[in-house]
Each structure stands twice: as C-alpha cells, then as structure tokens.
C-alpha cells in the first residue's frame, strides 16, 4: 500500500509470536534463522553462472537422483543454520538418508524438528528456472533432552506448527504460515531483508490454469486422463479450455497457481504406482498453506493430504492441489474408476 510502512520478517514474527505462548519466542527465533539461511542461498543462487556451483555435483540421493552441486550447498547451508539456532533437534530432508540429530548441548534440549527440500526443482538449476526451498516444521514428540528419533519426523501433516517455502526467481520470496493463514515475504537485496508484500494470500476458488506433466500422459490413471480432456474442451460458461502451465518445480507452479488461481497435479502412474512427490519434503507443507489460503490438497482419492499418517521418511504420495472448485472437480473424474490409494 502506498505510504504504508514496511514491515520486516522478524517484525512480522514477533507480533504473531503471543499465538503460541509454548514456544516462548522459540518459533519466532527459528523462522528468522531460516530466513537468513534462505538468503544465503538466494545470493548463491543468484551468481550461479559466475562461480562454480553449476552442474551435476557426482552423486546420487536417497530418491535416485542425480544431486546438484546448488542441491548439497542448499542442504548443508540450511542444516548448519538450524543446528546454530539451538532449538532444533534435528532435522529430516530429500537429500539425506536417514535423519540428521543434532547431540550438542542446545539442541539436544530443542523443542523442534524440521523436514525440508532444501532446493526443489533442481533439475532446473542449469537453465535459469525458478527453483525453491520447501521446509515443515513440528514440535517433537520424544522427550528433550534425548536424541531425536525417526517417530519424531513421522507425524501427519496436521501436526505442522509452521511451514513454507522460498522461491528464487525474479525476486526471492518467502512465503509461509503458523496456521494463521498464508503470508508472503519478498527480499529487498537494497537492506538485506524480507518484506511484508502479501498479507493474507487467498487463492481464487477457481482458476484457469492446470499443471502437470503431460509428456507422461500415457501412465496416467483414467481419471487423470478424462480431467485433462475436460480442461481442454471448450466451454465458455465455465472458462474453458484452461491454459497448460507446467515449470516443472513443484514451487514455482504452485506460487503461480496460489496467486492466480489453477490447479497442480502430480498422480501416481504406472512407473510410479505409489506417486513421486514425497509427503514429509514436499506435500505435506504446500498442502499446510494452501488449505490456510482457501484452497484443497488431496491425493486425488478424496484423501486429505494432512491426514495421511507417514510410514516412512522417503513416502510418495500423488497430489492434487490447488483452487478448491478445480481440486473437487478432478476427484470427480478420479471417483468414477475403482482406483484406490
């Protein structure tokens, strides 16, 4: 707004931190934590093509993936900064085996635990694509003082205290919730910060736009395939046909969607039966803020995404998300197949 003043990250933070009086400023201190870990590597990312940090890093994650030097930057970066925070205790990501427990004196104590992506969409890091870092946060479930064990991480998503993501792209936004719903935050690179520029981000019940990857077209449940064809059968009195709009990085194709509407879908085919997209690192947090702006995600089955109990740390799951109207309306073309998940 013009004339208004800005306001800040950590301003923002403190003045919402009285709607958890268990955290005792702790919530506050580990966002702003993860705020300057988000800006360390925004300037990573930022001078990608000036330095070194380009291309395939040699190795191979937990998911079979080929790991980006910016992907092994992106994790140690945000693990070192949680680890200094003092109150996490460990912390779960798409880049590591098992689960990272912090033993020192501080953390052994902390009341948290992280599950994150620490840069999704990698494999558009060597085109110049928006990528982004998707994180969870939870309160531990095992005593502190002991070690964080794996039960800790293997909470639904209802469970979030707090969940967002960073997306790098022609600015470097923040954008995440503590169940008061969704709020975004854009770096000003002039004063080093993350200012208020989205208060109460609400995403239009429909939309316009679908995403998804359609070269797969082909391993696609039926009712995935007859929801696409809806999407593109002309119709003027419901807006059709919608526009196709995929990136590729579940971030960027979500933050479009979040604000003008659509819907995203990542099913389950017949090369992935359990889904690809992982519950914990990806699903979980995105559907935390886009049921808080108004919006669905389900795993296409009529399933709420925050219900599902994990299993296992790496757990795919399919995912459909988005405009609540558009989210139902596939789960429509989905419901008349016997297809269950």
């Known amino acids: ?131 982004g870092t998707i994180f969870s946060i939870y309160r531990r479930i095992s005593s502190p003082g002991t070690p964080v064990v794996t039960e800790d991480f293997l909470q639904e998503g209802n469970k979030q205290v707090a969940a967002g993501y960073v997306i790098y792209g ?36 429909e939309g316009s736009i679908y995403s998804i990857n359609e070269g797969n077209y082909i391993k696609f449940p039926q009712g995935v395939k007859d929801y696409l064809k809806y999407c593109q059968v002309e119709d003027k009195s419901t807006n059709r046909p919608y526009s196709s709009r995929y990136i590729g990085s579940l971030v960027a194709d979500f933050h479009r969607n979040l604000i003008k509407g659509g819907i995203f879908i990542y099913p389950r085919t017949s090369s992935n039966p359990r889904g690809k997209l992982r519950l914990l690192y990806e699903c979980n947090p995105i559907a935390f803020l886009a049921e808080q702006a108004g919006g669905l995600a389900t795993n296409g089955y009529g399933k709420r995404i925050l219900d599902v109990k994990p299993k296992e740390l790496h757990q795919r799951i399919s995912f459909f998300t988005g405009s609540a109207n558009m989210v139902k309306k596939a789960e429509s073309f989905m419901s008349k197949y016997d297809e269950k998940q």
Not at 59 to 81: R, V, Y
Not at 184 to 201: A, K, V, Y
């Open 1 to 131: 707004m013009k004339g208004a003043q800005v306001q800040t990250l950590n301003e923002v933070i403190i003045q919402q931190q009285s709607a958890f009086p268990y955290a005792k400023g702790e919530l506050s201190r580990l966002l702003t934590h993860l705020g300057v870990a988000a800006k360390i590597v925004h300037k990573k990312v930022n001078k990608a093509g000036l330095v070194d940090i380009l291309g395939e890093a040699g190795a191979i994650n937990i998911q079979g993936e080929d790991q980006k030097k910016l992907d092994i930057f992106a994790d140690k970066t945000f693990i070192s900064s949680f680890k200094s925070s003092g109150i996490v205790a460990g912390v779960a990501t798409e880049e590591q085996d098992e689960i990272v427990v912090f033993t020192d004196n501080l953390s052994v104590n902390g009341n948290y635990i992280i599950c994150m992506d620490p840069l999704d969409g990698s494999s558009n890091i060597d085109v110049n694509v928006s990528i």
């Open 170 to 205: 022609s600015s470097t936004m923040l954008v995440y919730t503590t169940g008061l719903g969704t709020t975004g935050f854009t770096l000003d690179p002039s004063i080093g910060e993350f200012c208020l520029s989205n208060q109460f981000m609400e995403t239009p019940k």
